[in-house]
């Protein structure tokens, strides 16, 4: 407290954030902080009001930490907890895992369990924290574990800079997609070199089709057609469920010549870095742990 000498706690912080373990519960306690400088010591910061550790009774009745993981988008999180009996909603909360960031409230009042988060940029990550509504004297749960948040990797923008536009086509929707909402934070991206016409590629595509709508969330799959024109495209384009590059662009060739196609069905696995780690997946299964092990 205000009436005792500060302790030193370290002198060789790399970083602007520590975590202080092991203090009494339901104590106040005052932090200290001064810049390492060549000739000693800058000034002394220090914050006006006690830190107040939870009580043992209200540590108890607090929830429990929310968990987050990756939403399968670009730059979002998905954040879950669990549910409280009697809780009229949820009041959740962030903050970016820096020093001195502050608390920004996602949502005053939330009726489920769980919120995609997104446009989360930094590089540091995210915290979050969650409490009942309706229930004041429930504190706020633990901090979750600090979180990144997956974007477009280098290396995928790379390997698809041949577009004219940097976007996609998306089946379903009338305009194109920018390629870092296409790819951003998928696992894998698949590119499915098909056409209508070839036989095997029509008994192939329903069988990739099914797949893909249980595992989107890891998964992102880009057509390139081998048609014969433009609606041949559009047509069979119709009955996928993926992405794909306009059959008009010059990148759709460029994209089949990097892959060195000379037959289809033809399905090359990347990695979120732009890395091909399965050069044709066509008559092998689906394992996205065995393309999680060639990934190493």
């Not at 929310?66 to 909603?89: C, D, I, M, R």
């Not at 909402?181 to 056409?195: H, T």
């Amino acid at each position: 407290t205000d009436t005792q000498d500060f302790e030193l706690l370290s002198e060789k912080l790399g970083q602007t954030q520590a975590r202080k373990k092991n203090l009494t519960s339901g104590h106040d306690y005052f932090f200290r902080v001064a810049a390492v400088v060549k000739d000693g010591i800058g000034s002394w910061m220090t914050h006006a009001e006690a830190f107040q550790t939870l009580s043992s009774e209200m540590e108890e009745t607090s929830m429990a930490a929310p968990k987050v993981t990756h939403a399968g988008s670009n730059q979002a999180l998905l954040v879950s907890w669990t549910k409280t009996e009697g809780a009229a909603g949820y009041k959740l909360e962030m903050r970016e895992n820096a020093g001195g960031a502050e608390w920004i409230i996602i949502a005053p009042s939330i009726v489920g369990t769980e919120v995609k988060k997104k446009n989360l940029v930094s590089k540091f990550g995210y915290q979050f924290r969650v409490r009942p509504n309706g229930q004041d004297d429930i504190p706020y749960s633990p901090l979750s574990d600090a979180a990144v948040a997956k974007g477009l990797s280098q290396g995928i923008q790379q390997f698809f800079s041949c577009l004219d536009e940097g976007t996609l086509l998306r089946s379903g929707l009338p305009t194109p997609v920018l390629l870092a909402d296409a790819l951003g934070g998928k696992e894998f991206v698949l590119l499915y070199v098909s056409a209508h016409w070839c036989p095997p590629c029509r008994q192939f595509t329903p069988q990739l089709a099914n797949w893909y709508k249980m595992n989107r969330k890891e998964v992102e799959v880009v057509f390139l057609s081998c048609d014969h024109d433009s609606n041949g495209f559009k047509s069979y384009f119709a009955t996928h469920p993926w992405m794909a590059v306009d059959y008009d662009e010059d990148a759709r060739d460029q994209l089949m010549g990097a892959i060195q196609v000379s037959g289809i069905p033809r399905l090359v696995v990347l990695s979120s870095t732009g890395r091909i780690i399965e050069d044709n997946a066509v008559g092998k299964p689906f394992d996205l742990n065995r393309w999680r092990s060639l990934d190493k």
